[in-house]
């Protein structure tokens, strides 16, 4: 997947998060459903990110950024920062 891939992926999860609280707000969807997606969606975003941070590292220490690869998500779930 390429950096302008994971963006358009990145701002779909986003766009998709901010439905989703609208549709709670409205009353369209409860608040166990909210939440039990709402977790899916920060997973993804985590997922994401982490992805965009390899190419990156990699592209800028002159390795070959297609070499990154999506991290499980226990694994860029429990970063310490």
Do not use: F
Request: hydrophobic share 30%.
């Amino acid at each position: 997947m390429r950096d302008d891939e994971i963006l358009t992926r990145i701002s779909a999860l986003v766009d998709e998060e901010h439905e989703l609280r609208g549709r709670l707000t409205a009353g369209d969807v409860t608040t166990d459903e909210e939440h039990a997606r709402i977790k899916e969606l920060e997973t993804a975003l985590d997922q994401c990110w982490d992805l965009l941070r390899q190419r990156r590292a990699r592209r800028s220490a002159g390795a070959d950024p297609d070499g990154a690869a999506v991290r499980p998500p226990g694994e860029v779930e429990n970063y310490r920062q």
